[in-house]
């Protein structure tokens, strides 16, 4: 087993955030800018480091393109490093927010990833744009967390996977106004969405494409999207198995172990935490073990039991403090992190 984030064999590291901390870089594109470079010279990646040094930093355009010979043990990463994560909420750690009208992050970019950031995009505009769009063979998204709203007439999107066998591994797409999580495919090309959440959405996963291709959705949940929680196109064949939604549209293509009709209640909906609550027993345990591909969750947690969506359920500790002297017996309740 392995965790969904494996880094570069080797790699070149900087840091992004605010000059006071001294940081590197002030903005990611031009630290993509400086590194579209050929990888193989050196055999190396390039990764960048993103540190929560701000409530949240206004970038947009982000496009990584041009890199050669990315390979799967040489690519170019964005990621929130150690300490700057966000705890499965998108109430702290490293944000990306901005009202411009553009795309957040694209990885146009063979072996390209961005792990553990939140990206909220808050539009009025008349044009369509995506959080993240993963647009290079072997792309991945993990473990972020996108917010895409438009007032305007254009669409808001969470996680785009377009054509090129990509990635969306432990994420959630939240209030996102088209869809959380879309994926077109060409014929000959297969995307895969594991263990992700869409909550909230106009669609929550939307699977789209010409006839040969396929989109492979597991232990995925969708819940309270307002035009289904699972939507498939004419054409693309979908393999979707141990997906969860609370309308009925999990199992509209077959598949093993599909659940429907079923309303998760979570840990805190209203403060946007949607990690699973004890009594979320239909999600909990319902998964199908993965852990020849990955085997953690949007919190680092390791999965044991393997739940439903990009959270794995982990039951509140109680412990009791010794007695100490002739002093009375204490509590200690130690809420892990679900």
Sequence with gaps: MASSRVLPASYNTHTFGTVGAGRDYQSIATWESDHTIDLSIADKGEVLDCYDDAA?????????????NSTATRFRLIRAPSGQCHDGTPNN?????????????????????VWDLIEIKTLNSASSYNCIALDGTNAK????????????????????????????INCLAYECKTFGFQTWVTA????????????????????????G?????????????????????ANVTATVTYCLSKDATADDWGGAGNLISKDLTFVNEAGDDWHLASGDTDAIN??????????????????????????????TAQSILPLVGLGTLGGNANPMMA
Aim: hydrophobic share 40%; with cysteine; proline share 0%.
């Design 93 to 113: 750690g490293f944000t990306i927010a901005s009202s411009v009208a553009a795309i957040g992050i694209v990885l146009n970019e063979n072996y390209a990833q």
């Design 56 to 68: 949240s930093f206004d970038q947009s355009g982000i496009t990584i393109a041009g890199a050669t």
């Design 286 to 315: 319902a998964a199908i073990d993965l852990s020849a591909i990955f085997d953690d969750d949007i919190d680092f947690t390791v999965r044991s039991s393997w739940d439903i969506g990009f959270d794995e359920y982990v039951a």
């Design 141 to 168: 998204a993990i473990g972020c967390i996108t917010k895409c709203t438009n007032a305007g007439t254009g669409a808001g999107r969470g996680i785009a996977l377009d054509q090129y066998s990509t990635y969306a």
């Design 213 to 233: 291709g396929t989109v492979v959705v597991t232990n995925c949940i969708g819940q309270d999207n307002a035009s289904g929680d699972f939507l498939k196109g």
């Design 188 to 211: 000959g090309i297969t995307n895969y969405i594991y263990n992700c959440t869409a909550i909230n959405c106009g669609k929550g996963f939307e699977v789209l494409g010409a006839a």
